[in-house]
């Protein structure tokens, strides 16, 4: 009973040997963390179209019971750049910004999502990651990425500008470009340069200038929260909110407050389908991120307990003003960098972003939008890469294909169609690979008992046996095509008399793969050919012993591919043992 509680609950696991050293590492990481969390948080918020606030209470109550339910030890939960543009897109179809529909609409896509997410971890569904390629999360990351940044110019700019795709935003900058506030101009650009070099060039300036590696670390991840306090400061004290610069305004001084989703089924029904999309690309990229980082400590990542530490987060973030929310890329490694040892410094980041929420919300009212649009615009520019799309034509035009498609779908119809564009290529992709396996003709590598492809290696055959190695499956997608490739190699004057099929690589074989399996027996029969299969795996065979098929198949089934060869070509043996000799 014990150990099933520990497996759902995994801080009964790690909080038993949690000592005074984790807490003080747990500790460092906190305040990091939540100095860098702050303003990413209200300008995440403001990219999903919601108030400030919603920001920062979708960062309390989610990291508080991911700590209780996740894996991971280093993974930050909170809203994230992507996650706040797909949860705009979608929202945005069923109600208007501003409204209190929207904000509702919010808290009602986070709750799908976590009741999804709950629900794919106790049915134990963390497979289904898989089903969406590196290749094609990489594209879609990446258009988003530029989508992102697109999308914040307008705040830069100080323009009413919008749109859903690419070319919208393009074309909405454009002709809007002449109302630029210049004041808001002067501070976007500011902040976005400086929020620049601080990335790359202040740590090692920091260092030269004598500071420790922690302290030079520490200042350059506090540098987004010294370009909130100069561009506030100088907001108020110059009154530039009076001369059009748009600022924060008034956020609620107070805790995360209790809130409902709206259940009715209206709305339920329009936010299914973007909360499944949310839920997937949520899960894949928080369980990249948490796998990469346990992976440096040997430590290991339960997928579908994660669905559920997901899970309760985003059903924590509907009841307490928030939105979706999932593991983040760069507040993860911050985390990680920082030194924390447990999910409790997470836990930890809570309450310091409960001690914002409470006390420090009236210092951020002038905060202008230009500050925050810049501080988006510098972390979602880290997650573009097209280095991805050298590398996949290098190795896979198929990946490449993909990972272009999605890219163009995404920046020419919008996040939606390029998420749902993605998971349909992933699955399509998987489809083509094994709809043609991959089926060698092997042959004895003199003096060992091992067979290689006749078209790689000098191998002894006999023209009597054909022996097909069969690297793949065998299901619905590919039945016919071992059938035809069989008979292809068999012309009408062949010489073969046996037909080995080496299923060495066949982890399982489908009732449609089967039926194509008795069919070619029956054309090898009449054609007075012997079908064998050799090195069938337990499984397979298993499955195999539950049909007719074996009682039918004219042939053998052998052990090894060397126990066939020895029965079906003892000449060719006896030269193989010779040539080995010389």
Known sequence: MLQSLRHYLPILDWGRSYSRGALSNDLVAAVIVTIMLIPQSLAYALLAGLPAEAGIYASIVPILLYTVFGT??????????????????????????????YATAALTLAFLSGAMLFAMGVLRLGFLANFLSHPVIAGFITASGILIAASQLRHIFGIAAGGDTLVELVESLVTTLANTNLYTLVIGAAATAFLFWVRKGLKPLLRRAGLSPMAADFAAKAGPVAAVVVTTVATW???????????????????????????????????????????????????????????????????DQELIGLGAANLGAAFTGGYPV??????????????????????????????????????VHFLPKATLAATIIVAVLGLVDFKILKKTWAYSRSDFWAVAATILLTLAFGVETGVSAGVLISIVLHLLKTSKPHVAEVGLVPGTHHFRNVNRHQVTTDPALLSLRVDESLYFVNARFLEDC????????????????????????????????????????????????????????????????????????????YDAWRKLAPCAVVQAEARAAE
């Open 72 to 101: 991971s030890r280093a993974l930050a939960v909170g809203p994230v750049a992507v996650v706040s543009l797909l949860t705009a897109a979608a929202i945005s179809e069923v109600a208007e910004q501003g409204t209190m529909g």
């Open 486 to 561: 069989v008979q292809d190699r068999i012309a009408e004057d062949s010489p073969v008399k046996n037909v080995v099929l080496m299923c060495s690589a066949v982890n399982e074989i489908d009732f449609s793969a089967l039926e194509s399996l008795e069919a070619l027996n029956e054309v090898l029969t009449s054609r007075g050919i012997g079908l064998h299969l050799s090195e069938v795996k337990g499984p397979v065979m298993d499955r195999l012993k539950t049909s007719h098929f074996l009682d039918e198949m004219n042939g053998e089934v052998f052990l090894s591919q």
């Open 326 to 363: 999932t593991g983040g890329f760069s507040r993860s490694v911050v985390n990680y960098d920082a030194g924390a040892e447990t999910p409790a410094a997470g836990a930890f980041t809570a309450v310091g972003l409960a001690i914002a929420a409470a006390f420090l919300t009236p210092l």
């Open 237 to 303: 004290g110059l009154g530039l909110a009076e001369r059009g610069v748009a600022i924060v305004g008034e956020v609620p001084q107070s805790l995360p407050p209790f809130t409902l989703p709206d259940f009715s089924p209206a709305l339920i029904g329009q936010l299914a389908v973007p909360a499944l999309l949310i839920s997937i690309i949520g899960f894949v990229e928080s369980i990249s991120v948490a796998q990469t980082l346990a992976a440096k400590k040997g430590q290991r990542i339960d997928p």
